[in-house]
């Protein structure tokens, strides 16, 4: 199977290069890079229209394009939101490198905006049901504790949505936290919270472009069936050196940018530490003094250009939080490490080879170095993911795009290394590694066909396999929704024996209908696959939930979506509006039987259950992109449910992150030079919850019981909070050279006593009465400081 994969996708490189020659023929090809003139950092999304042929492209992720045409003269208008327009003159007697630098155009505008997109990209772009919030946007937005995070912003989009305060992750259009695939330059994160999800592992001074992609997913993304949340970090500043950073009330940042070897290269490196630890120890008792809880994490990234058609790239990322005191230590954390090389085979064929290493660990256990003790238990956890992926880019004509690829994914996932020593007998209650492999193959096209209409078509085919050494169990089917008994022994397999595979065909669309200049509808279908999957039967993921693969029991979760949008521009794009109605039908999705126990569990296959889903609803978005109050609102009506055997009598149920109504919006006004004030707000409906039906005593203690069986029967109170910043620049300068600023800010501003859950609990003085406990993580307003400086 794998080596009839290897040919396919062998012949559709062949194919496609050979398209070089043959669409080539009396034309010739103008294509480079366009960066920005302040750091070097290449721009993307950035506009480059033909004026004489009424045609163009725009650039890739790396800031390259291209363009064939017939041979002449011609004028090349490269725009970009928030950049000067530039004109470039070009001679096209044969294929022709053209790369310019672009010059920020924000020391010379009357009015401020928040938006670097081209102008009418979200009218004329066949991408639909994707969200870009910019950097600079996101640093003016009120934060907790008045620090930027890139996480709680895109939580304020329409079909974003979280379970409460302080969850790790986010959730997508009905999706849960495991099904969005987050990369850090193409690497993935499998926890991306630092503080049990009060932060993200994201160093805002590190992060170059953003974007969130809901639905419509091109194909050369796969392995997750909800969403794509994409980060790429900055290359480091290739024009001078550079230092930034910020002093706050929960941690402080600091980055170092570079250029070498003569501007050929660049470098940058970023680093943040916490102290809640350091200010709260004067204020502990002697029995805690000792106790550890923050978080560090190190980002960074360097860039050669080899020759003008080659450039390297390798960055990393390690981060860690430690929690714990005395004798007890707890802790998590990510590294990750990619490596790319662009290079262009000519003009037209564009190539992205990135390899990366991912590992996600957790460890739990008591702080005893010595190792005579004789009461002691350590508890090790990780994922480990490696992979090679190719990516190519052929730019046939101005109206013709193609990708295509493949990737090679491996997993290690160990579960649980495990050992406890009680009275100086010890017990290994590990459980086994899994091991897989995941191969993929894509190719798509974008697609012009006339003025008014295009189109992104594409298919990827994705092939996993559960690999050996391993043991696999069956199980005696018991009473349908309980816990099965496994059969023991189980079947042994070797080293790379293949235990179980899967494969899957993916197919992808989209259509863009221009109705004028300024409006247009767009539709969308793509199917997803994922074979990795997180157990967790709590409320909100934790650090200790446990990732494991595919197996003969547990089957790839799989996604259909459908949506159908309307989008327009008012009074010269000052303003956007947009509508999108959704659909997802969701299968092979994971449910556990009463009492699951999902932790150091060898025959945790036992305990699943599996079921299908569905989400549908209508995002409503409206921007303001210029003047010097800009800002979103955002409404989302949607639901999202479940449906299990066994589980609520066999009827649909909401999910535990279903919420029908949310609501948000975001304000920025600059109200002078030095000063921009900012508000953001949100509304949701309560999350569902289980509660009591009846009750019986047991003597003088009140039991509650769920007699109807019936799950999320019920909700917690709705949630609604409104932020408020104000950031100030510095008159003076830092060191007499650099900038500074200083933003405050107030979370949670009418101090509202958001529920994350409720429980019932009998009344301590009338224990026959049962009363209901709303239990808040955050219940105050928190104000904070922030000083911010750059030079």
Same mark, same amino acid.
């Given at each position: 199977?794998i080596?009839?994969?290897?040919k396919?996708?062998?012949?559709?490189?062949?194919?496609?290069?050979?398209?070089?020659?043959?669409?080539?023929?009396g034309?010739?090809?103008?294509?480079?890079?366009?960066?920005? /003139?302040?750091?070097?950092?290449g721009?993307?999304?950035?506009s480059?229209?033909?004026?004489?042929a $009424?045609?163009g492209?725009?650039t +890739?992720s790396?800031?390259?394009?291209?363009?064939t045409l017939?041979?002449g003269?011609?004028?090349?208008?490269?725009t970009?939101?928030?950049?000067?327009?530039?004109?470039q003159?070009v001679?096209?007697?044969?294929?022709? %490198?053209v790369?310019?630098?672009?010059?920020?155009?924000?020391?010379?505008?009357?009015?401020v905006?928040?938006s %670097?997109?081209?102008?009418?990209e +979200?009218v004329?772009s066949?991408?639909?049901?994707?969200?870009k919030?910019e950097?600079k %946007?996101?640093?003016?937005?009120?934060?907790?504790?008045?620090?930027?995070?890139?996480?709680?912003s895109?939580?304020?989009?329409?079909?974003?949505?979280?379970?409460?305060?302080?969850? #790790? @992750?986010?959730n997508?259009?009905?999706?849960?936290?495991?099904?969005?695939l987050?990369?850090?330059?193409?690497?993935?994160?499998?926890?991306?919270?630092?503080?049990?999800?009060?932060?993200?592992v994201?160093?805002?001074?590190a992060?170059?472009?953003? =974007?969130?992609?809901?639905g419509?997913?091109?194909?050369q993304?796969g392995?997750?069936? #909800?969403?794509?949340?994409?980060v790429?970090?900055?290359? @480091?500043?290739?024009?001078?050196r $550079?230092?930034?950073g910020?002093?706050?009330?929960?941690?402080s940042?600091?980055?170092?940018?570079?250029?070498?070897?003569?501007?050929?290269?660049?470098?940058?490196v970023?680093g943040?530490?916490?102290?809640?630890?350091?200010?709260a120890?004067p204020?502990?008792?002697?029995d805690?003094r000792?106790?550890?809880?923050?978080?560090?994490?190190?980002?960074?990234?360097?860039?050669?250009?080899?020759?003008?058609?080659?450039?390297?790239y390798a960055?990393?990322y390690?981060?860690?939080?430690?929690?714990?005191? @005395?004798?007890?230590?707890?802790?998590?954390?990510?590294?990750?490490?990619?490596?790319?090389?662009?290079?262009?085979?000519?003009?037209?064929?564009?190539?992205?080879?990135? @390899?990366?290493y991912?590992n996600?660990?957790?460890?739990?256990?008591?702080n005893?170095?010595?190792d005579?003790a004789?009461?002691?238990?350590?508890?090790k956890?990780?994922?480990?993911?490696?992979?090679?992926?190719?990516?190519?880019?052929?730019y046939l004509?101005?109206n013709?795009?193609?990708?295509?690829?493949?990737?090679y994914?491996?997993?290690? #996932?160990?579960?649980?290394?495990a050992?406890a020593?009680s009275e100086? $007998?010890?017990?290994?209650?590990?459980?086994?590694?899994?091991?897989?492999?995941?191969?993929?193959?894509?190719?798509?096209?974008?697609?012009?066909?006339?003025d008014?209409?295009?189109?992104?078509?594409g298919?990827?085919?994705?092939?996993?396999?559960?690999?050996?050494p391993?043991?696999? !169990?069956?199980f005696?089917?018991?009473?349908?929704?309980?816990?099965?008994?496994?059969?023991?022994p189980?079947?042994?397999?070797?080293?790379?024996?293949?235990?179980?595979s899967?494969?899957?065909?993916? *197919?992808r669309?989209?259509?863009?209908?221009?109705?004028s200049?300024?409006?247009?509808?767009?539709?969308?279908?793509?199917?997803?696959?994922?074979?990795?999957?997180?157990?967790?039967?709590?409320?909100?993921?934790?650090?200790?939930?446990?990732w494991?693969?595919?197996?003969?029991?547990?089957?790839p979760?799989?996604?259909?979506?459908?949506?159908?949008?309307?989008?327009s521009?008012?009074k010269?794009?000052?303003?956007?509006?947009s509508?999108?109605?959704?659909?997802?039908?969701?299968?092979?999705?994971i449910?556990?039987v009463?009492?699951?126990?999902?932790?150091?569990?060898?025959?945790v296959?036992?305990?699943?259950?599996?079921?299908?889903?569905?989400?549908y609803?209508?995002?409503?978005?409206?921007k303001?992109?210029?003047?010097?109050?800009?800002?979103?609102?955002?409404? %989302?009506?949607?639901?999202?449910?479940?449906l299990? $055997?066994?589980?609520n009598n066999?009827e649909w149920?909401p /999910?535990?992150f279903?919420?029908?109504h949310?609501?948000?919006?975001?304000?920025i006004?600059?109200? =002078?030079?030095?000063?921009?004030?900012?508000?953001?707000?949100?509304?949701?409906?309560?999350t569902?919850?289980?509660?009591?039906?009846?009750?019986?005593s047991?003597?003088?203690i *009140?039991?509650g019981?769920?007699?109807?069986g019936?799950?999320?029967n019920?909700?917690?109170?709705?949630?609604?909070?409104l932020?408020l910043?104000?950031?100030?620049?510095?008159?003076?300068?830092l060191?007499?050279?650099?900038?500074?600023?200083?933003?405050?800010?107030v979370?949670n501003?009418?101090?509202?006593?958001?529920a994350?859950?409720?429980y019932?609990?009998?009344?301590?003085?009338?224990?026959?009465?049962?009363?209901?406990?709303? !239990?808040?993580?955050?219940?105050?307003?928190?104000p /904070?400081?922030?000083?911010?400086?750059?030079?």
């Amino acid at each position: 199977m794998i080596n009839k994969l290897l040919k396919t996708w062998l012949c559709v490189c062949l194919i496609c290069i050979s398209l070089t020659s043959s669409f080539g023929q009396g034309k010739q090809t103008v294509s480079g890079y366009v960066k920005d /003139a302040s750091n070097g950092e290449g721009l993307i999304g950035v506009s480059v229209y033909v004026r004489e042929a $009424e045609t163009g492209v725009v650039t +890739n992720s790396y800031g390259f394009y291209s363009i064939t045409l017939p041979a002449g003269d011609y004028t090349l208008v490269y725009t970009y939101m928030g950049y000067q327009k530039t004109k470039q003159s070009v001679a096209l007697t044969s294929d022709k %490198t053209v790369s310019i630098e672009m010059k920020d155009e924000s020391n010379e505008l009357a009015e401020v905006t928040i938006s %670097t997109k081209k102008d009418d990209e +979200n009218v004329k772009s066949i991408e639909m049901s994707v969200n870009k919030v910019e950097m600079k %946007t996101i640093k003016k937005m009120p934060a907790l504790f008045g620090e930027v995070d890139l996480v709680r912003s895109i939580q304020l989009l329409p079909g974003v949505t979280t379970v409460g305060e302080g969850a #790790s @992750g986010f959730n997508v259009r009905g999706g849960d936290v495991s099904q969005n695939l987050v990369l850090l330059d193409e690497a993935p994160v499998y926890n991306s919270s630092h503080l049990f999800g009060f932060f993200s592992v994201f160093n805002p001074d590190a992060v170059k472009d953003v =974007k969130l992609i809901k639905g419509g997913i091109p194909a050369q993304y796969g392995g997750r069936i #909800s969403s794509i949340l994409d980060v790429r970090m900055k290359e @480091g500043n290739s024009k001078k050196r $550079e230092i930034n950073g910020g002093l706050g009330t929960i941690f402080s940042r600091l980055t170092y940018e570079q250029p070498f070897a003569e501007g050929k290269g660049s470098f940058i490196v970023a680093g943040r530490r916490s102290y809640i630890d350091v200010l709260a120890k004067p204020f502990l008792n002697k029995d805690l003094r000792d106790s550890k809880f923050y978080f560090y994490d190190l980002t960074g990234k360097v860039n050669y250009q080899l020759g003008d058609k080659d450039t390297f790239y390798a960055s990393g990322y390690f981060g860690k939080d430690v929690f714990g005191g @005395g004798d007890f230590a707890f802790g998590w954390g990510n590294a990750t490490a990619t490596a790319r090389w662009n290079h262009i085979f000519s003009s037209k064929l564009f190539m992205n080879l990135t @390899g990366f290493y991912s590992n996600y660990d957790y460890s739990l256990g008591q702080n005893v170095n010595d190792d005579s003790a004789t009461d002691k238990f350590d508890w090790k956890s990780k994922i480990i993911s490696t992979s090679i992926k190719p990516d190519f880019t052929y730019y046939l004509t101005p109206n013709n795009q193609i990708t295509f690829g493949g990737q090679y994914i491996r997993y290690d #996932s160990r579960p649980g290394t495990a050992t406890a020593i009680s009275e100086g $007998e010890e017990t290994n209650i590990s459980q086994e590694p899994r091991y897989g492999d995941e191969w993929a193959l894509y190719a798509g096209n974008e697609q012009k066909l006339t003025d008014r209409i295009s189109l992104q078509y594409g298919i990827r085919y994705s092939y996993f396999r559960s690999l050996g050494p391993g043991t696999e !169990y069956d199980f005696i089917p018991g009473k349908k929704g309980e816990r099965e008994t496994p059969v023991i022994p189980g079947r042994e397999y070797g080293k790379g024996d293949v235990i179980k595979s899967y494969g899957n065909w993916e *197919p992808r669309f989209a259509v863009n209908f221009g109705l004028s200049s300024s409006t247009s509808l767009k539709a969308s279908y793509n199917r997803t696959s994922q074979y990795l999957h997180l157990l967790s039967n709590t409320a909100a993921s934790s650090p200790l939930d446990v990732w494991t693969l595919s197996s003969s029991r547990i089957a790839p979760e799989k996604a259909d979506q459908v949506a159908l949008g309307w989008f327009s521009n008012f009074k010269e794009n000052t303003y956007e509006a947009s509508v999108e109605v959704y659909y997802k039908k969701l299968y092979n999705q994971i449910d556990y039987v009463p009492g699951s126990e999902l932790l150091l569990n060898s025959f945790v296959e036992g305990d699943l259950l599996s079921g299908k889903g569905r989400a549908y609803g209508a995002e409503f978005y409206v921007k303001k992109n210029k003047g010097k109050l800009t800002g979103w609102m955002s409404y %989302t009506l949607s639901r999202t449910e479940r449906l299990v $055997e066994t589980i609520n009598n066999d009827e649909w149920f909401p /999910a535990r992150f279903d919420k029908p109504h949310n609501f948000t919006a975001v304000a920025i006004y600059e109200l =002078k030079k030095r000063l921009s004030l900012s508000a953001n707000f949100t509304f949701a409906t309560g999350t569902p919850a289980t509660f009591p039906t009846t009750r019986y005593s047991v003597g003088d203690i *009140p039991v509650g019981e769920n007699y109807s069986g019936a799950r999320n029967n019920s909700r917690i109170p709705a949630y609604h909070r409104l932020d408020l910043a104000a950031t100030l620049k510095s008159k003076k300068k830092l060191f007499g050279v650099g900038e500074g600023e200083w933003v405050f800010s107030v979370y949670n501003a009418y101090n509202r006593r958001n529920a994350f859950s409720v429980y019932t609990r009998a009344n301590p003085d009338t224990p026959l009465r049962t009363e209901a406990i709303r !239990y808040s993580v955050i219940g105050s307003f928190i104000p /904070a400081i922030t000083y911010n400086f750059k030079f």
